[in-house]
């Protein structure tokens, strides 16, 4: 039984959600074909994006060196750490679901937790892959005026949080195979920080 | 899928430049990005299962109807609601939103739309939890939620 529970909670679920959509397939009904349509599509999607993204992120890992991380958008990194998370943000694409991973790995590595807030949030509204979409439909006074708008909103956003976490002594998750690898990680890492 | 090919491109690209300089590093980070997904496989079950459910439930269609209805700041707050749930790529949101403007819905209803989009996910809570830990998720959700109010008011005052 103990083993039982130990299972995570996403792959009963998905057990779960693979015998619906077989039951639905069986049976045959309108919405239970578009289900089945919805979910190939997504996650046709999903099987090729989330490798490379996972991939790319190693490979940043095992790469980008930590004192590097820490001089540029650490702690004492001033208003240029923040112009450089925020370019950064803007010259990637995708959705926001991607971009954890990186915030994560950009946190462990020294980045300031404003910085690290202020990277999602200029990822979620400042992307320009995105905004020339937007502007295309929307048009480019409307994309300029939001995105204006979004900058002092996430800043100030970045700072709330920042503060808040210094406040309550929170970090970020530590992820499993940090500890495993036994590399000189967050765990270490958190304890000069403050 | 254009934007799915230059993801692999650039992914094949990085493991042969890395692998020229030094194949042990690649090695070391292509392993640990792997184990990065697969401890994280159950929370992108998750949120396969929640946006696939959601795009069958509510169809393009749908949304736009939702988001058309409603004047003023019930229509502001439909459209937080709405763009805080959903999980609308935006090749499909754009477009809608485009068609919607041209409809006369309020560019405040609209900009709230696009930002709660983008900023505020609710159907991908379990890998922003599985990150950032719940209590810094779930602020930076409401804290998006109320900045995507104030963007939608301020593009609405300035256009």
């Known amino acids: 039984m103990k083993d039982l529970r130990r299972v995570p909670f996403g792959y009963a679920a998905a057990l779960l959600f693979a015998v619906l959509l077989f039951g639905l397939h069986l049976l045959d009904i309108s ?38 991380i820490q001089k540029h958008v650490g702690e004492d990194s001033g208003i240029r750490g923040a112009v450089y998370v925020i370019l950064l943000a803007m010259f990637q694409g995708g959705p ?65 949080m920042a503060a808040y976490a210094r406040g309550k002594g929170l970090q970020m998750k530590e992820l499993a195979e940090d500890q495993a690898a036994g590399q000189p990680g967050a765990a270490a890492d958190g304890l000069h920080r403050r | 899928m254009p934007k799915d090919l230059t993801l692999i491109a650039v992914t094949v690209v990085a493991i042969i430049v890395s692998a020229a300089i030094d194949r042990r590093k690649t090695v070391q980070g292509v392993r640990k990005g792997w184990r990065m997904l697969m401890n994280l496989l159950p929370q992108f ?12 439930l509510v169809s393009p269609e749908t949304l736009a109807a939702m988001l058309g209805r409603q004047g003023g700041s019930l229509g502001v707050i439909a459209a937080a609601c709405i763009g805080s749930v959903a999980l609308v790529p935006g090749p499909i949101a754009y477009p809608l939103t ?62």
């Not at chain 1, 949030?121 to 995105?147: C, D, H, Q, Y």
Request: glycine share 8%; proline share 4%; aromatic share 12%.
């Open chain 1, 31 to 68: 919405v239970g074909q578009r289900l089945i349509q919805e979910f190939t599509a997504f996650s046709m999607r999903m099987v090729v994006l989330v490798p490379c993204i996972f991939i790319l992120i190693g490979l940043l890992d095992a790469w980008v060196p930590q004192q590097w």
């Open chain 1, 96 to 160: 926001l679901y991607g971009a954890f991973p990186t915030a994560h790995l950009l946190w462990k590595k020294g980045c300031s937790m404003r910085n690290v807030f202020m990277y999602l949030g200029a990822f979620s509204t400042l992307k320009i892959p995105m905004m020339l979409f937007e502007a295309n439909f929307l048009g480019w006074r409307f994309t300029l005026v939001r995105g204006a708008a979004s900058l002092p909103v996430f800043v100030l956003t970045a700072a709330i």
């Open chain 2, 45 to 56: 079950l998750l949120l396969l299962i929640f946006v696939s459910v959601f795009l069958t």
């Open chain 2, 98 to 159: 485009g068609m919607l403007a041209e409809s006369g819905v309020p560019l405040t209803v609209l900009a709230v739309f696009v930002t709660t989009l983008m900023m505020v996910g609710i159907l991908t809570f379990p890998v922003e939890k599985a990150y950032l830990g719940g209590r810094l998720a779930v602020l930076r959700n409401v804290l998006s939620l109320v900045g995507a109010l104030l963007i939608g008011v301020l593009v609405g005052s300035l256009l």
